[in-house]
């Protein structure tokens, strides 16, 4: 009877725009605009971008379909798919990995999210304008070293996801995403006008879209597989969840092929109103994480109107950091939920508040505990924010997507993944073949050895 009712009670999303949108709006988010120029601009520009495009089509779009088609499948959470398909066996803990790494994503991104949401206010006041161009960078820096000004916002901004989150999130979401991402899509083509029309912009074109190949390293290729995983939302079960709420009419590679577009093209949009800008205005591209928040304001000033569209931009980029901080949270709900079966409000305010409070050390870090760093093998000391996202993006989703790999090619067998891909023979795909190729030796294998490169083993 119970089980019954969780079935029926199960829910939907209304269309396949629908689900494109909600896809896209968990792809579409930070790590495109705000990471992605960034951690580009550390990694030679052009050279990383073309990895991360090879990454995200052969790789993520393997992986994408891979989640999509479990949730579907199975129509549960990311534990509870693979006790269905394996049941007495210990693969649910792939699950339990992505249910981990969201929480930690989740701590660190609200952090971000705070800091756009306090943009969005600067912006609103004035206190962004009639600053001297070089001065932008040390506002950022004042503004995110201090310790209590900086949780506010996040706090803010995790009461708004749990808050979405709490009602149920298809109706809300599906319905704001449908306006949203056009809206940022047309803002961003409007400031990359802006931006390669400042004197000196070609020079930052020339380092986003011309690769010096010698510039390729391990680092590199490593960054940019985690950059891939990260801004599709791959590898920690955040498409499996979002792939249970499909119906089995669906088209899941039509729709994921158009998620995967929609996403890179965010972030090659954003590379493009970031770099002119940045050597326009004499900056190092390897700015680090303030990248957006220090340029932007800078090319902001310099345009007539510009101070409407500083508004616009930061309202958009927190409402894309929101649809993809509560497919983070979702993961973490729909497990929680179905566990110990707890109600979706309980689920969400216990599991908002934890990521919160974890995500306090990652914005303290920023400032009064930035002596405070961690020394990895191999890497460089990093501030308790950097291991954050270290671990998640460079080590426990390129974990997570090796054994999704490994688990539909292996376990669940691709045969019976096709055939679910493919609606149960309804449709044909000629490429699936070349799919179940890729799944089953050519993505974990190469996922499995950029993992070990940037473990320093290889
Ligand atoms: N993809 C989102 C971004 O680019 C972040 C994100 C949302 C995410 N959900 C995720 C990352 C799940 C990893 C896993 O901003």
Redo the contacts with the bound molecule.
């Keep these: 009877m119970s089980k019954n009712i969780n079935y029926i009670k199960r829910e939907s999303w209304g269309s396949s725009f629908g689900f494109i949108m909600a896809a896209a709006g968990?792809?579409?988010?930070?790590?495109?605009i705000w990471?992605f120029p960034y951690v580009a601009g550390e990694n030679g520009g052009a050279v990383f971008l073309f990895i991360y495009l090879i990454c995200a089509l052969l790789l993520g779009f393997t992986v994408m379909l891979s989640e999509h088609a479990l949730g579907r499948y199975s129509q549960k959470n990311a534990v509870g798919t693979f006790k269905e398909i394996a049941p007495g066996k210990k693969w649910w803990l792939i699950g339990a990995i992505g249910v981990l790494?969201?929480f930690i994503?989740l701590s660190f991104?609200s952090v971000v999210a705070g800091w756009t949401l306090a943009y969005v206010f600067k912006s609103l006041t004035g206190s962004l304008s009639g600053i001297p161009l070089t001065e932008y960078s040390s506002f950022f820096t004042s503004f995110i070293s201090n310790p209590l000004e900086p949780i506010f916002w996040q706090s803010l901004f995790m009461v708004l996801t749990i808050f979405i989150v709490t009602l149920g999130i298809q109706s809300g979401i599906e319905k704001w995403s449908k306006v949203l991402m056009p809206a940022l899509f047309a803002i961003l083509i409007l400031i990359i006008v802006r931006s390669l029309t400042l004197e000196g912009a070609m020079d930052g074109v020339k380092f986003f879209l011309s690769p010096d190949f010698s510039k390729i390293n391990s680092k590199v290729i490593l960054s940019a597989l985690g950059q891939a995983?990260?801004?599709?939302?791959?590898?920690?079960g955040?498409m499996i969840t979002y792939g249970s709420y499909l119906n089995k009419e669906s088209h899941i590679p039509s729709d994921a092929f158009k998620i995967i577009i929609l996403g890179v093209l965010v972030a090659v949009l954003a590379g493009l109103a970031i770099f002119p800008a940045v050597f326009a205005t004499g900056m190092s591209p390897d700015g680090g994480p303030g990248l957006i928040f220090m340029i932007l304001p800078a090319v902001f000033s310099k345009m007539p109107f510009g101070n409407f569209f500083e508004i616009i931009f930061f309202i958009l980029l927190s409402i894309a950091?929101l649809t993809?901080a509560i497919?983070?949270l979702e993961v973490l709900v729909a497990f929680i939920k179905d566990k110990f079966n707890w109600s979706r409000k309980k689920a969400t305010l216990i599991s908002g508040f934890c990521a919160f409070i974890w995500g306090v050390p990652s914005s303290l870090s920023q400032g009064i505990w930035n002596k405070i760093t961690f020394t990895l093998p191999g890497q460089d000391p990093m501030i308790f924010f950097d291991v954050m996202d270290f671990f998640t993006s460079n080590i426990l989703?390129p974990i997570g997507g090796i054994c999704v790999c490994v688990f539909t090619a292996y376990i669940w067998k691709t045969k019976n993944a096709t055939w679910e891909l493919s609606n149960q023979g309804k449709y044909t795909f000629a490429w699936l073949g070349f799919w179940s190729f890729l799944v089953k030796y050519i993505a974990p294998l190469v996922i499995f050895l950029v993992l070990l490169q940037g473990l320093g083993i290889l």
């Design positions: 968990s792809a579409v988010g930070l790590g495109n990471k790494a969201s994503i991104y995983f990260f801004s599709l939302s791959l590898g920690v955040a950091a993809s497919s983070l989703m």
